[in-house]
């Protein structure tokens, strides 16, 4: 047994499930008839594989790797975020149009805490934000061409997912800055009831037992420390954080990157349905 490795695994998984849960989120119908898609927001810091997380799940489905997000694990120079405005990712598999959609934003920066960063993420999530609007250094105001006045249940997002960067994950001072940010979205919306999720990227980064196999990562030690970190610092449940491995410089697919990010998606997709359905029923 290698260093920071468990006796026993601390997670249940089943490596072998991938076609299982692939299957069950292709054949997924939202619950409401007349929703169309059910929307999940990625949030994350810059550089935390937010985009890289999105293009990953649309490499699983479309089984090759998908670069359609401008991935920002490579920061550049002045660590500004390359997602500069909102764009939606509807999921296609090799049969058809899946109906749920991953809403891509603007990193969060490692600055200070800024009520505009804020009110733009809780208006995307309530539905307000419309397509194509640039992320800028005020908040988004009604009067604008890009604010939705009467979201539909499709526009909405019924779950957030904060993408966190496992091989960082700390507790210095601008991570701090960051999940407070990701604290003051959480008591935003906490009196909706929307759903989060964390899904904490470069665990082979995070840990060696790891890098060397995959596998391991509900063995590791230093991976459970991390997302207990995270759980501590968020405010999100331990059962509401996946640990992942993006694509990044693969030319092809692989089965265990693959069967992590699939339980993740799956987790999202149905909290997201629950409370969509759960918003309707209460309208």
């Not at 890289?52 to 997000?69: G, R």
């Amino acid at each position: 047994m290698g260093s920071g490795e468990s006796i026993e695994a601390w997670r249940t998984f089943d490596w072998r499930q991938k076609k299982e849960l692939k299957d069950r989120l292709e054949k997924f119908t939202p619950s409401i008839p007349d929703v169309t898609n059910v929307k999940i927001l990625v949030a994350g810091q810059i550089g935390a594989g937010k985009s890289s997380f999105i293009n990953s799940v649309l490499s699983v489905f479309q089984e090759e790797i998908a670069n359609e997000a401008l991935a920002e694990d490579l920061r550049s120079a002045d660590s500004h975020s390359f997602t500069k405005r909102l764009r939606t990712y509807r999921i296609r598999s090799a049969h058809a149009d899946l109906p749920f959609e991953l809403c891509d934003i603007k990193g969060l920066e490692p600055d200070k805490i800024s009520k505009c960063q804020i009110d733009d993420i809780v208006n995307t999530i309530y539905g307000h934000v419309k397509e194509g609007y640039k992320f800028g250094e005020k908040s988004l105001t009604s009067d604008d061409e890009h604010y939705n006045q009467n979201p539909s249940l499709s526009d909405q997002a019924f779950c957030l997912v904060y993408v966190i960067d496992g091989s960082t994950v700390q507790l210095a001072a601008d991570d701090k800055i960051i999940t407070e940010k990701l604290r003051l979205i959480r008591q935003t919306i906490s009196d909706k009831g929307i759903p989060q999720v964390i899904v904490m990227s470069k665990v082979d980064e995070a840990c060696p037992l790891v890098k060397n196999d995959l596998k391991k990562v509900y063995r590791s030690k230093k991976i459970k420390e991390k997302m207990e970190l995270c759980s501590f610092k968020v405010g999100v449940p331990m059962s509401n954080i996946f640990p992942v491995k993006n694509y990044h410089n693969e030319i092809n697919t692989n089965d265990h990157v693959d069967v992590l990010i699939l339980k993740a998606l799956d987790q999202i997709v149905r909290s997201a349905d629950a409370r969509q359905r759960f918003g309707a029923s209460n309208k």
